[in-house]
């Protein structure tokens, strides 16, 4: 792993041109350990070793929010042991790290279903939000048992409880009404997609958020993606022009009306 220099960097500062929320499908663990004859999990931890260094480059980068993609509602379809070993390593990386993420003003929120957790993870989960939840650093969401899908829906039911109650008219119901319940609620949206391991697909992930999300697809291996990688992706960023449906001319006059 290259540790690349944030002040060599030229995405360093940040602007317009730098995204201000990040969201990423750490694809690749599975084949990063295959290709070395080593079992799936042995990639999942050297996962976790590359979400510690994202955090480090995110954070010295000014990135106010990232968001990562651990685990899936899909998710639970894999053998059932290589599930209970992920739920273990998320376990074990929760207690070791976040004192090391308080120490460095992160704000740690986990987003998904977490009821389906064992009670430990729960409590962990609780214990980390928690400790973090008052630092004013970059903003570190983690997305576990989460599916784009399952957010919708239950900012749905939370919607329809409120107008069965009579608190909200039907009729009033906007996008504004239906963010105010998706978990990422509060956040800047994602401005930066990046799917790492060579899939290009969004495999049920922040569905609602990337209407006009930015993607970046790269063949690097999760464990492999480093500092330099993260920069190739930020460097592409900074050469779009989002649109967001005006015309370009319009965009370069200014134009936001
Ligand atoms: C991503 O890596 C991590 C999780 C989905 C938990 P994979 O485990 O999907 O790795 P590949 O795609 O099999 O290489
Ligand atoms: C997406 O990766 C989920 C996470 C990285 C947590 P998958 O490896 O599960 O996605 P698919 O099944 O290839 O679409
Ligand atoms: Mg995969």
Request: proline share 4%.
């Amino acid at each position: 792993m290259s540790a690349s220099n944030p002040e060599e960097s030229p995405t360093s500062e940040n602007s317009s041109a730098m995204p201000r929320h990040v969201a990423i499908i750490m694809d690749g663990n599975g084949r990063w350990a295959k290709k070395r004859f080593m079992p799936r999990i042995i990639g999942h931890k050297a996962g976790v070793e590359t979400v510690r260094a994202m955090v480090r480059h995110c954070a010295q980068r000014k990135i106010e929010v990232l968001t990562l993609f651990a685990f899936s509602s899909e998710n639970w379809r894999r053998p059932e042991k290589e599930v209970r070993l992920l739920l273990e390593l998320f376990v074990t990386a929760l207690k070791r790290e976040v004192r090391r993420l308080n120490d460095n003003n992160v704000m740690l929120k986990i987003v998904g279903d977490r009821d389906a957790f064992p009670d430990a993870l729960q409590k962990e989960i609780a214990n980390a939000e928690a400790m973090t939840s008052t630092n004013s650093g970059l903003k570190l969401v983690v997305a576990a048992n989460y599916g784009g899908r399952w957010d919708i829906v239950q900012a749905t039911r939370a919607l329809a409880a409120e107008a069965a109650s009579g608190k909200l008219d039907p009729a009033q119901i906007d996008e504004t009404a239906l963010e105010r319940h998706l978990s990422l609620y509060g956040m800047p949206e994602p401005d930066l997609f990046i799917r790492t391991g060579g899939e290009e697909r969004v495999s049920n992930f922040l569905l609602w958020q990337l209407a006009y999300c930015e993607m970046h697809f790269t063949e690097t291996l999760w464990p492999d993606f480093d500092g330099e990688a993260l920069d190739v992706a930020l460097n592409s960023f900074s050469k779009r022009q989002r649109r967001f449906g005006r015309t370009g001319d319009q965009v370069e006059k200014g134009c936001h009306a």
